[in-house]
């Protein structure tokens, strides 16, 4: 049971760090484009990158656990999660990821063109995905705690 909380709290610990990060990502993102601050836009888009060597580790260890946690349940709700885990982590590596390199790149080297603007909205729409499908699985656990805490039931 201790290992089970153990693992919980690194669960919900490295989610809350993952999500807070996407959504910082995100804000500042918008803020600085919305600012018009060319200077700005560069600090962030380089600043996300920087960013990533908090967000990786904490979306590894989110699926990692996420998926121990879960072992071989079969409810709708453990199921809901295990679908959208890979979505959450295809979108990361082949959009956002990509996306961050790109944009750092040509915001750093000035070219605030139509591309660029492109790419940042495709950016902020994947990234509001992400955010979106992190809070489903947040609400979904959420349930699954207070199921399994009102239930009396110990996990495995």
Not at 11 to 39: D, K, P, Q
Not at 67 to 93: D, H, Q, T
Not at 145 to 152: H, I, P
Request: hydrophobic residues 55%.
């Amino acid at each position: 049971m201790q290992t089970y909380l153990a693992l919980l709290r690194v669960h919900v610990s490295a989610g809350v760090i993952g999500s807070l990060t996407i959504l910082a990502f995100w804000i500042s993102t918008v803020m600085s484009e919305l600012s018009g601050n060319h200077v700005a836009v560069v600090a962030v888009k380089n600043g996300i990158l920087w960013g990533m060597l908090v967000l990786i580790p904490a979306m590894v260890t989110v699926a990692g656990t996420g998926f121990r946690l879960a072992g071989k349940a079969k409810s709708a709700l453990v199921c809901s999660k295990k679908r959208r885990m890979p979505i959450i982590g295809l979108n990361a590596i082949l959009v956002l990821a990509p996306c961050a390199f790109f944009l750092a790149n040509r915001a750093s080297a000035g070219q605030f063109d139509t591309m660029f603007y492109v790419v940042q909205a495709i950016e902020l729409i994947a990234g509001g995905t992400n955010l979106t499908l992190m809070g489903l699985n947040f609400r979904d656990g959420l349930t699954l705690s207070r199921w399994l805490k009102g239930s009396g039931l110990r996990p495995a």
